[in-house]
C-alpha cells in the first residue's frame, strides 16, 4: 500500500524559508511523477510543482518560480520542497501527491495523481 507522509510545515515569518520532506513507501516508484500541491482556506487545490524519480526537469507554478525548488532523494524515497522568500500568500496546507503515469503532460491537475499525503500546514507571517 502506498504511504506517503509528508513533514517539514510550521509558521515562519515573511522572508524565511522551510524545507518540506515526503517520504513515500510502499511499492517501487520509478516512472512515477511526484507533486506538491497546496490549499488555502476557502481555495481550491494548486499545483506547485512536480519532479519525476527517474530523471527530467521540474516543474513550478508561476508563483512559486525562482523561490521553490522541488528536488529528490531516490535512495532515501523522500522528495523534497525547498521553500525561500516566503510571502504570506504561499500559507496553506501543503500535500505530497504520486502520479503514476510519469510522463504525462498534465503534470498541473490533482486528478492525474493517485496518492496522496496528509499535508502539512506552512504559515507565513507577514
Known amino acids: 500500500q502506498v504511504q506517503l507522509v509528508e513533514s517539514g510545515g510550521g509558521l515562519v515569518q515573511a522572508g524565511g524559508s522551510l524545507r518540506l520532506s515526503c517520504v513515500a513507501s510502499g511499492r517501487t516508484f520509478s516512472g512515477y511523477r511526484m507533486g506538491w500541491f497546496r490549499q488555502a482556506p476557502g481555495k481550491e487545490r494548486e499545483f506547485v510543482a512536480a519532479i519525476r524519480w527517474t530523471g527530467g526537469s521540474p516543474y513550478y507554478a508561476d508563483s512559486v518560480k525562482g523561490r521553490f525548488t522541488i528536488s529528490r532523494d531516490n535512495a532515501k524515497n523522500t522528495v523534497y520542497l525547498q521553500m525561500n522568500s516566503l510571502k504570506p500568500e504561499d500559507t496553506a496546507v501543503y500535500y505530497c501527491?504520486?502520479?503514476?503515469?510519469?510522463?504525462?503532460?498534465?503534470?498541473?491537475?490533482?486528478?492525474?495523481?493517485?496518492?496522496w499525503g496528509q499535508g502539512t500546514q506552512v504559515t507565513v507571517s507577514s
Open positions: 501527491a504520486a502520479d503514476p503515469f510519469g510522463y504525462s503532460s498534465s503534470y498541473y491537475a490533482t486528478s492525474r495523481y493517485n496518492y
